[in-house]
């Protein structure tokens, strides 16, 4: 059968979490064993996130697909019927959790191997045994105590230039400052945070360069949590 229990967490718990993990508009957002959807509602019209969800259990399946659609949000929400251990999670942004801490344990190896550096990961109430926060927050609601645990896949993503010259000209504003750091030792997580932007946005703006020669290689040097 199942090995979390559905219960739901409440939306100032779920607020909370997004918010620790600094979830910014248009970055992805990751919710395993998603419920009734509320995490991925939240973060889509409360976040500007996309959302993806994977539930196993059919009903509650059913139930979220029903609730994003009545609220029109199919275009920033996804919802997967399935086991998530069997999901490519490598293009979230964020993950967020509400599961048992075997379960995380279990999880842990798959998030290490398949999460980018710089990625966030927030779990309600259960640690991921293995590694260390960088916040740990308690938190009161109406009728109990809840725990908040964040962590950061560390590690780097560096550019390395490559032979081509870009045209300017053909660049957005965005692309031309962040050509400038492209320096084979400034990583994807440093350009975002000298322009105030997110790691996704530089992300794919060195993707693009890659594909036109401007980069090389992105080299990706990765930790433990």
Known sequence: MYDVPFVPSPEVVIRRMLQLADVR????VYDLGCGDGRVLIIAAKEFGARAVGIEIRRDLYEQCVRRVRDL????????YHGNFFEYDLSDADVITLYLLTSVNERLRPKLERELRPG????????????WRPI????????????????????????PIPGNVEPNTDMLTDIEKKVIKYIDGSTSIEDIAKKLGTTLRTVREIVN??????????????????
Do not use: C, Q
Request: hydrophobic fraction near 35%.
């Open 25 to 28: 508009e248009n970055e992805i």
């Open 72 to 79: 029109g949000l199919e275009d920033r929400v996804k919802v």
């Open 119 to 130: 990625t966030r990961v927030v779990s309600h109430d259960f640690e991921v045994p293995g």
């Open 135 to 158: 916040i740990i927050e308690d938190l009161y609601e109406e009728w109990r105590s809840h725990k908040l645990y964040l962590y950061k896949i560390p590690g780097a993503e560096i």
């Open 208 to 225: 693009k360069f890659y594909k036109m020669g401007v980069v090389k290689e992105i080299k990706v040097v990765k930790g433990t949590p």
